[in-house]
């Protein structure tokens, strides 16, 4: 989000039982799996968690920082690396040793064709680089050629990425 200053109508974002307020901004928030990551890159944005009872007070982050927790959880707030985090608006993004399930979640956001995994031992499988958006089969042919996986297509919008090995 690139947001301008507006106190009589400030921008909010609801996600996971938090929401977070830009204060002039630019920010993103993504959620996986359950989880909450917000990454701010200018001006300052609120998180907080409004509840029935008493919350907790709003944590004000800073350019630069990252704001990450669990449905329920405190949440924390670390460095963010920024080129990695807004990657996605010069449509590409960077996975780092993440479970090749996760970088699948992530790529099937940006198109309308899907790549799906059946089999837990190659959801489990990690990936490293950086791999351009809206192109599964780029991906799946890319993906290919350092793990031991392979893309087949099951209809014209969805692809499996299915292991190449022989399990006993």
């Keep these: 989000f690139d947001v301008a200053h507006d106190r009589a109508r400030p921008f909010a974002v609801q996600a996971v039982g938090r929401v977070v307020t830009a204060l002039g901004t630019q920010f993103d928030v993504r959620l996986t799996s359950g989880a909450l990551r917000?990454?701010?890159?200018?001006?300052?944005?609120?998180?907080s968690s409004p509840s029935e009872g008493r919350s907790a007070p709003p944590i004000r982050l800073l350019p630069g920082q990252a704001?990450?927790?669990?449905p329920g959880g405190v949440g924390k707030v670390t460095?963010?690396?920024?080129?990695?985090a807004l990657a996605w608006k010069q449509g590409v993004v960077?996975?780092?040793d993440q479970p090749l399930s996760e970088a699948v979640g992530v790529l099937n956001r940006y198109t309308r064709a899907q790549i799906v995994i059946k089999d837990p031992k190659v959801a489990a499988l990690r990936i490293t680089?950086?791999?351009?958006t809206g192109?599964?089969?780029r991906f799946g042919r890319s993906v290919s050629q350092v793990l031991p996986v392979r893309m087949i297509a099951r209809d014209a919008d969805t692809y499996e990425l299915v292991s190449t090995r022989r399990y006993a």
């Design 67 to 70: 704001f990450s927790a669990q």
């Design 129 to 132: 680089g950086v791999f351009k």
């Design 38 to 47: 917000v990454v701010l890159a200018e001006g300052s944005v609120l998180v």
């Design 79 to 84: 460095p963010a690396n920024l080129d990695d």
């Design 94 to 96: 960077e996975f780092r």
């Design 135 to 137: 192109d599964i089969k």
